[in-house]
């Protein structure tokens, strides 16, 4: 548990465990927080590194302040600075693998493996309303309209039904923190700052290693947003997640930590058969 100097902000992060050096990324409304129920498993067997970007969790806000996703990427690359190492592997889920994808065109040279789950190359003109709906209702004060507007469409409509009891005590605690002023305006800047996203010229230029998760019932970037990085993302594989949504980390969490540990652990991804 540290913080570091960015730019006049303090960004916070913490590492676990000791090998080669993983870097989970946020989504959006996440924090390191979110990221608790995996860290014994992922320290295991690497050096995990959790960080909060700008508008997160306990990294400075930046009130009145517009900005795109490359600040969170310089904030990426402040970190690996900071922690001294050379190259790293990348696990980001939604607004965190397009984070990854950034980096990852930007700075191919400091990237050992690449895992994207539930990402897409950019905000599509959907996605683009979907976040412009989350921030008409962040806008309002209303807790419950923000939970409403955001939340259930994150999981597969199964899993809701089947862990709607555990839904309605996340969303007693959630709504203290959705009718929060100073939350809901960080959240509206980070979604702000994705509407930009558009790395679909750079997908060529990857070279590491690269796996894509989708899910089959993901509504905010389906499976043909991780098809298109798959198509033009040089020897990425592919694995679809089924019946499940786009929180795809609390729907399959097992599954999740599987094919994260095992991409990014693997000696070699060129199997000579």
Do not use: C
């Amino acid at each position: 548990m540290a913080t570091f100097a960015f730019s006049g902000h303090q960004v916070y992060y913490e590492t676990y465990g000791a090998g080669r050096p993983l870097i989970l990324l946020n989504g959006i409304m996440m924090s390191t927080r979110s990221w608790l129920p995996f860290i014994e498993t992922f320290a295991d067997h690497n050096q995990v590194i959790v960080f909060d970007m700008l508008d997160q969790g306990q990294s400075s806000k930046l009130p009145g302040q517009a900005y795109t996703q490359a600040i969170q990427v310089q904030t990426l690359v402040a970190l690996i600075d900071h922690l001294k190492l050379l190259k790293v592997s990348l696990a980001g889920i939604s607004y965190g693998g397009e984070v990854a994808l950034q980096f990852a065109v930007s700075h191919p040279n400091r990237l050992e493996r690449l895992i994207l789950l539930n990402t897409s190359a950019y905000t599509s003109p959907q996605l683009l309303d979907v976040g412009r709906a989350w921030n008409k209702a962040a806008a309002t004060g209303d807790g419950q309209a923000y939970y409403y507007t955001t939340i259930p469409v994150i999981y597969s409509p199964a899993y809701y039904e089947r862990k709607l009891d555990w839904m309605k005590k996340r969303e007693a605690i959630l709504l203290p923190i959705f009718s929060n002023k100073d939350f809901t305006e960080a959240m509206i800047r980070l979604t702000i700052s994705a509407e930009s996203h558009d790395v679909r010229a750079g997908l060529k230029d990857i070279k590491a290693p690269t796996l894509i998760v989708s899910s089959d019932q993901d509504f905010l970037t389906p499976i043909q947003d991780q098809r298109y990085l798959s198509k033009h993302i040089a020897g990425a594989s592919h694995v679809v997640i089924q019946d499940t949504g786009h929180a795809s980390m609390y729907e399959q969490p097992a599954l999740f930590a599987t094919l994260i540990l095992g991409f990014v652990n693997l000696k070699s991804t060129d199997f000579a058969i």
